[in-house]
């Protein structure tokens, strides 16, 4: 079903593009440093979304997706209510078309976390509000939205970047490919053999003029970057097996590793982290992590892409 314009589902970063995103970057640094010393809980001066209600449904866990949705809402002026998969019908089967049928009746936006990427997209085909993708097995646009104002917030640009990264080619990674194609910034990565990226989003990044590296040697991913990121080693829904934390032991982000980047390379990671593994505890305390800035950030981001699905923005 086509929205009622200005309404806008954002499903990947792809359907923002470039503008859109460096836009909402922008207003998420403006609208940040007005509130600096607000209550976190009270609304900017404007309440642009005064009134609205975003309908936050979760299949799977999260802590920074839904408390940052929460308190996103809140600052715009509108209220969420979660739906967990386990308790509300579609845990008993009731269909995701049907679900976006009924919701777009009763509340003004949806996010949805999920595990197949098709459940986001059936869920934006149904719905005649926003549909916004809160993570899936494929991608997850917000965190990297949160991850592009992170690195610009302190002090770097964009265009020819060197982004280094280790252990899974996960979702997180996906969406990393895809905004270095929006942004021409660069991507190696050092993953080992058969946890490669999805080479659509690979083919995504090279075809918007990112050079991406897929490498096996951490040291020659990790050499002169600007930026290391790392991930969990088993996502959520993955088998957690042995085999698979043997094949990504090598790839952990230690001081070593760092020692390889620039001098100013900053280390991100979405969270939640599992310290000892994919990170040391060395490189995760010390001072070029800037992990729980991009936390935070997850809520300055999340506004400006509701702004944005509403059609208030870019
Ligand atoms: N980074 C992130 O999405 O965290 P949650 O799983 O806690 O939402
Ligand atoms: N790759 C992780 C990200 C969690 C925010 C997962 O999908 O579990």
Redo the contacts with the bound molecule.
Sequence with gaps: MNLPEPNRHFIELGDAGADAIAAMIADALDRKSVRERLPKGQADRDAPLAGRVLALVFE?????????FDIAMRQLGGTVLILEAGSSQLGRGESIADTARVLSRMVDAIML?TDDHSKVEEMARHACVPVIN??TDRS?P??IVADLLTVIEQGKALPGLELAWFGDGNN?LNSVLEAAGLFKFNVRAAIPAGYEPDPEFVAMARAGGAAVTLTQDAGEAASDADVVVTDTWIS?GQLDADEKRSAMAPYQVNEAMMAKARPDALFLH???AHVGEEVSQAVFEGPRSVVFDE?EN?IHAQKSVLLWCFGLLG
């Design positions: 799977k866990n999260s802590t920074r997706t839904r408390v940052s976390r809160g993570l997850h917000c965190q997180v959520m979405c969270l939640p936390a997850r």
